[in-house]
Structure formats: C-alpha cells, structure tokens
C-alpha cells in the first residue's frame, strides 16, 4: 500500500506560480512513475507530467516550459513547479504512483487561476 498527500494549493493570479507537493508513506521512487493530473469541472482527468524512475520526464503539450515536476528522494516527495499560470490552469490536482494497474491516488488539492 502506498498513501500520497498533496499540498500546495490554492488561489493565485493569472501570471502567478505555486509549487504543489505530493508525500508519500514510504520510499517509492525506485519502483514507481509518478504523475501529476488534474481534473477540471466537466472534463475528464488528463496526464499532466510524469516522472519515471530513471528520472526521465514527459509533459503535456499546454503546460510544456511553465509547469517542471520533480523530486526529492530522501522526502520521499514529488513536486509540480507551475509558472505563468493561466486561469484554464483551474483544476483539481492529484497525484498518482503507478507501475501498472490502477496504480494509487492522492486526495487532490484544488489550484484556482483568477483575478
């Protein structure tokens, strides 16, 4: 079993940034790919950026240059870095580890982009 909890969260400007964090119960990062998605009112969930384990990345294209995932090893810690953000940005955040299956899913935290 592996629990994820992520912060960070909240309500920012259009231009702004916010760093979300995504901790995990245990050390995962060797045997796991972590992803950041999101989730906006009546859309579906989208892959947002993923982090496999040798440290390669992937982003979607229309966060691709503002938004930087990353991790901290010994925190057992996942980070979405997001820069210039936009109000179409708005969503819930989740954070997911998976190998294959259905994989294990945080709570979600809200970012909202608005004047």
């Known amino acids: 079993q592996v629990q994820l909890v992520e912060s960070g969260g909240g309500l920012v400007q259009p231009g702004g940034s916010l760093r979300l964090s995504c901790a995990a119960s245990?050390?995962?990062?060797?045997?796991?790919?972590m992803g950041w998605y999101r989730q906006a009112p009546g859309k579906q969930r989208e892959l947002v950026a993923s982090?496999?384990?040798?440290?390669?990345?992937n982003y979607a294209v229309s966060v691709k240059g503002r938004f930087t995932i990353s991790r901290d090893n010994a925190k057992n810690t996942v980070y979405l870095q997001m820069n210039s953000l936009k109000p179409e940005d708005t969503a819930v955040y989740y954070c997911?580890?998976?190998?294959?299956?259905?994989?294990?899913w945080g709570q979600g935290t809200q970012v909202t982009v608005s004047s």
């Open positions: 997911k580890a998976f190998v294959s299956g259905p994989g294990y």
């Open positions: 982090l496999t384990t040798s440290g390669s990345t």
């Open positions: 245990r050390s995962i990062f060797s045997t796991y790919v």
